[in-house]
């Protein structure tokens, strides 16, 4: 039984909330903790990385006022290295890697296959279970056991400290887990869960980013958990695997910690790639330029992101042909990058640009990953390295990628999505607001930190000379900014979860496969099999009525 | 496996299939998604083992004398013995995934038994060779006092030994739990040509346990 699927069309005036859709299938907590379906998962996912996001979004605040003075400001010494680990292990482990995945590939990667669910609906909820088990044993390590290693735990440092961390090296290591059920479900969704009408070169831009992800996940991650349990058992029983002293070498640890967590970064930014990939061709009104190209490069980057991780080993001893190589391979990220930005500002480029929040944030993501980036290329060269070298300079140009790129990925992400998830739109003033604040704020924050870095502030200092005082002040008053444009998106959202206008079907005129679903989609996504008649990103034949359709400015 | 109980005998001798999951469209799509993610995850296994195989020859790049002296207490009988069990239970697994597909429920379920059997022998002269590394004092880290290796690094052979070989047998004990509880399943008939993923499965994690242990046996009995 198929039926083939209409063109996605003019939001009907006065659109009505649909009275079945997956929010009220079954309302009570047990029917939302026991649910196997894909969307339901997805918004547990969603609660959770927000809560993450929350309280690393705090612990960076604590670290950020200790550091508006050169002296001692609001914490001890030692609270704030605490601080700091806290921040890079919730931010990264519970925050970035399931951010985007878990949440909106979750919730869209099936819709967009024409799939009623993910391959194993079972394991997608025990991933989501997983996810919180790793997450309180690592949170309740980390508060009890007031492990200060940073969330790069070298050794042998993390061997020897007093402080607990055998918990939080287990808490890691079941993170990885989940990460791995969710990689692994995509993978398998995506080869055989595929419609009628969705060859691989019909799948939406934001699958491509998404199984480019998956195969990171499921490749890297095992070698963080070989890693995470070495150091574990080194730290309880003394095993010297990473101890000189014993005959073990910390360098060894470096490599493994490394192998996954250089890809890492792919697998946090990648997926934020895919979501622009989606949102700018639906706010240009124009098909994607250069699909191909698109997709193939995020295969491109997830590859030789695997062959990169000895560029964080430049000062570690390596020979200087491994670290000029190791260079080479790292700026070959930057190939596959531009390859992508260069075809994103193409498919701008005499768009029918509509200024919404989720145009700001591409606006803020283009930026930030150009700028990150180009830092990135400048750090991969070994001489200028060893002059950043764990400086500020290093810390900046990660939070560009990493909080940069991502969190405008997440935000757009979360925007452009949020009509089809819940059903009703947000206020797009509110949404410009916050979003210019939000990357104005975020400039604050770290152009600072670059200068800081290039002048020789070394990262993770508890104090600093007076003449840094200036630019550690500006970088604080930037964080607070950013701040404060999350509270205005975390208060207007919350308000449109129920009072917001009745999104419709198709509030943006998009062309994605996800918005010919009801918003929000029932149970099942769709009443029967669908047959897509045409590709993700095809605009071309849309009547000029329906190119004018957009979001109200 | 609430669903067994509901479902019809077929006049071949084994039970229908159970239900399909309502977003597959065929039985052929499902066991292939389920093949695939098996697979997905032995690539995971492998990339785990990979870490620890990478430090011992990183390990034995820095210490070969020690490595050849410590190689040398190993029983290369007992570690033989092993390997013929392994090999063998992979025999029977193989076996047994060649009769659940042919709906020869009672034949699999007597060559996975045998199978866990071997498995367990396995165990057993794992934990003679461990007593008695404990009696010598061959123990990693800090708490080696083995005097028989006079060349530095015997504590880090000792760790690369215990941490492969433990995680190993973790994995042996993974495997035996799956072969039992398709076995369970082979009991109650529930395999027939339409549908056998899960032995198929459960026979490719052995595999793997025995595959692991093909590159542990030479890297740390005999070179
Ligand atoms: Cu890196």
Known sequence: MTAPITTAGVPPAGAVFPKKSYLNDGTTIRSWLLTHDHKRIALLYLVAVLIALFLGGVFAMVIRLELLTPGPTIVEALTYNRMFTLHGLIMIFMFMIPAIPAVFGNFFLPIMLGAKDVAFPKWNLTSWYVYIAGSTLMLWGLITGGADTGWTFYTPYSTTTTTNITPVMLGVFIIGFSSILTGLNFIVTIHTLRAPGVTWFRMPLFVWAVYATSIIQVLATPVLGLTTLLVAAEHTFGFGFFDPARGGDPILFQHLFWF?????????????????????????????????????????IAFVGFFAWGHHLFTSGQSAFDAG????????????????????????????????????????????????????????????????????????????????????????????????????????????????????????TFIPQFLLGNAGMPRRYYEYPERFAALNVASTAGASLLAFGFIIIAIYLAISLKYGEVAGRNPWGSRGYEWDVPSPPPTENFDAVPVFTRGPHEYQDVPEELAKVGHAI | MQSSAARKMTPEGWLEPPPLPHHYDTIENHQAALRFGM???????????????????????????????????????????????????????????????????????????????????????????YTEKFHEGALPGKFFSFSEITAPGGPVFYVVYFFSTGLHALHVVVGMSLLTWVAIRCWRKEFSPTYYAPVENAGLYWHLVDLVWIFLYPLLYLV
């Not at chain 1, 930014?269 to 190209?293: D, H, T």
Request: net charge positive; aromatic share 16%.
């Open chain 1, 260 to 300: 996954y967590s250089h890809p890492a970064v792919y697998i946090m930014v990648l997926p934020a790639m895919g979501v622009i990939s989606e949102v700018i061709c639906a706010v240009a009104r124009k098909n994607i330029f250069g699909y191909k190209m698109i997709a193939m490069s995020s295969l491109g």
């Open chain 1, 325 to 444: 190589a190791f260079a080479a391979i790292s700026m070959l990220v930057g190939v596959f990058t531009a390859i992508k930005v260069f075809n994103w500002v193409g498919t701008l480029y005499k768009g029918a640009i509509a200024f919404t929040a989720p145009f700001a944030y591409i606006c803020g993501f283009l930026f930030f990953l150009v700028f990150g980036g180009m830092t990135g290329v400048a750090l991969a060269t070994v001489s200028l390295d060893v002059h950043w070298q764990d400086t500020y300079f290093v810390v900046a140009h990660f939070h560009f990628i990493m909080v940069g790129a991502v969190i405008m990925g997440f935000l757009a992400a979360l925007h452009y999505w949020f009509p089809k998830m819940f059903g009703r739109k947000y206020p797009e003033n509110w949404g410009l607001l916050a979003a210019g604040l939000i990357v104005l704020g975020f400039n604050a």
């Open chain 2, 39 to 129: 697979w997905l995850f032995l690539g995971t296994e492998v990339l785990l083992f990979a870490g620890i195989f990478l430090g011992y020859f990183v390990f034995r790049h820095y210490f070969p004398e020690s490595f050849e002296q410590a190689a040398r207490h190993l029983s290369v009988v007992l570690g033989t013995a092993n390997t013929l069990l392994l090999l063998t239970s992979s025999l029977t697994v193989a076996l047994a995934h060649h009769n659940a597909e042919h709906g020869k429920n009672r034949n699999a379920f007597w060559l996975l038994m045998a199978s866990v059997s071997m498995g367990a022998g396995f165990l057993g002269i794992k934990a003679v060779e």
